[in-house]
Every structure is written in structure tokens, then in C-alpha cells.
């Protein structure tokens, strides 16, 4: 059995792995290389956790925390920061965050924890330096995420302050618009796919905050349904490949009543 190891041990690692007798390809990364490897990691670990694989998902989280270690390995060679001190700023961060854990602040349910949190931030960026005047409660939201994760995360944060949907209802009749709009523009004689992009765009969002609303988050769940669309299409390859039959030769009803088959073994 492998000796255990230390996040300790781990950082020294890092620190050898970049030495100049270390590793080349290593020595050779930057923040802009790590960045895909970064983000390929993050998603392998929802991937681990979706599938309830905790196996994968202690290695998976191993492996991002080795991407998160190798980012505070260049911060100190370049001298903007290391890794001991971002795990000190985020602790004090969660700290002053969490004055119902970690003071005398009383909360009676989530909802006001997270109204607490927006409040908080709000004071810490009327107190930093970089405060422009012109900050907005959104700017913590990545523009980099994936759109459904970013519309669900800058929906979020406006409910925390108030700005929501009075009830779910209300979103049903904004989708019935949605969709009735994005038709109007599909119908008119002369297309603008501009005008089409804008209102299928507008149809997401909405769907975003239906998700939200019913504590689904799109991101996961249009994941979900892609993986049971790879199943599913996968079994009609299949039953092609037994039937010696290729996409030339299969009609439209033959592969739906294949779709249909899966469909029903996923049931049963």
C-alpha cells in the first residue's frame, strides 16, 4: 500500500516537477495552457459524481486539485501569489461569509443565509480599492461558464436581491410568449436569422429559469438527457449492425421504432 500522502507533499511535487531538472513539458505550461486541462478536469469530476462513481470521483478530485496546486506553482515563480496563500485568502473569505457559523449573526433558513452572502459581498466591494462605483452584483458570474450554468448562476444571484418571478406559473406563460415569438420570427417571409438566434436564445433562458425554479440545474440536466441520447441512438446502430443494415437503408419509422425499443428496455 502506497505511504500516505500531504497537499504538503503534493505542492513539493509540483515544485520538482518544474525545477529546471524536472519535468520539460511541465516547465513549459502557463496560465492560458492550463486553462482547457483545467476546466476538462472539472467536468470529469461531475461526470464521476453523476454517475456515482466514488472511485473516479476521489481520483478525479485528485486530479484537479493537482491542476489548482500547478496554477499556485507558476503564481510563485512569477511572484503574483502561491497556493498557501490562496487557501489563506478563501478560509478568510468563508469566515467573513459565514458570521451565522463563525460569529453571532442568527439566520432561519437558507434563503437568508444567501441574502446574508450577497449583502456581505456587496460591503467587500464598496470597501476594496478596485471599487469602480459601477460594480455589478453580476460580475462574480463567469462569462466564461457554459451559457445554461451562466443564465442559471446570473438568474440566481438576482432572485437572491428580489428580482424573480412573483410564481412558477409566471414562467409558463413566459415560455408560451417565447415560443410564440420565436415562431413569428420563423414565419415571416423574409427570415432574419439574426432576429431566429436572438429569440431561441431568449427560449434558453427562460427554460434556464424554469429549471431554477423547479431546483434543477439546466447544465446537468440537458447533460443527462444527452448521455440518454448517446444510449439511445448507440441502440439503433446497434440493431443496424444485427440487421446488416446501413443509414441508406433504414427508413425514418425504422429507427424510431428502435428508439422506441430502447426506450422501453430503459423502463423495464
Keep these: 500500500m502506497a505511504s500516505k500522502k500531504t497537499f504538503q507533499d503534493l505542492v513539493e511535487m509540483m ?27 472539472a467536468y470529469e469530476v461531475l461526470e464521476a459524481v453523476e454517475a456515482e462513481n466514488w472511485e473516479e ?20 515563480e512569477d511572484g ?5 496563500q490562496a487557501i489563506s485568502r478563501v478560509h478568510e473569505k468563508m469566515t467573513r461569509r459565514h458570521p451565522h457559523v463563525f460569529g453571532d449573526q442568527k439566520v432561519e433558513s437558507t434563503a437568508e443565509v444567501l441574502s446574508n452572502w450577497e449583502a456581505i459581498k456587496a460591503t467587500e466591494r464598496q470597501a476594496s480599492k478596485e471599487d469602480r462605483g459601477d460594480q455589478s452584483l453580476l ?21 437572491r436581491v428580489g428580482f424573480d ?3 412558477g ?12 415569438e420565436l415562431r413569428e420570427e420563423i414565419d415571416q417571409e423574409e427570415r432574419d436569422q439574426d432576429a431566429i438566434a436572438e429569440e431561441i436564445g431568449d427560449l434558453l433562458f427562460v427554460i434556464a429559469n424554469l429549471a431554477r425554479w423547479h431546483g434543477v440545474e439546466p447544465e446537468s440536466a440537458l447533460r443527462a438527457t444527452n448521455r440518454k441520447f448517446r444510449r439511445r441512438f448507440s441502440y439503433i446502430e446497434k440493431r443496424l449492425r444485427e440487421e446488416n443494415k446501413s443509414w441508406s437503408e433504414v427508413s425514418l419509422e425504422e429507427m424510431d421504432q428502435h ?3 430502447a426506450k422501453r428496455r430503459e423502463k423495464s
Design 15 to 41: 515544485a520538482k516537477l518544474r525545477s529546471p531538472d524536472g519535468c520539460p513539458w511541465d516547465r513549459e505550461q502557463t496560465y492560458a495552457t492550463l486553462g482547457p486541462m483545467l476546466i476538462e478536469e
Design 57 to 76: 470521483l476521489r481520483d478525479e478530485l485528485g486530479d484537479l486539485l493537482f491542476q489548482i496546486v500547478f496554477y499556485g506553482q507558476i503564481g510563485a
Design 80 to 84: 503574483h501569489f502561491d497556493v498557501e
Design 169 to 180: 406559473e409566471d414562467l409558463f406563460a413566459k415560455l408560451d410568449e417565447e415560443i410564440r
Design 165 to 167: 418571478w412573483k410564481k
Design 259 to 261: 428508439w422506441n425499443e
Design 139 to 159: 460580475d462574480g458570474t463567469s462569462t466564461k461558464l457554459p451559457a445554461l450554468l451562466e443564465a442559471n448562476q446570473l438568474t440566481t444571484k438576482a432572485a
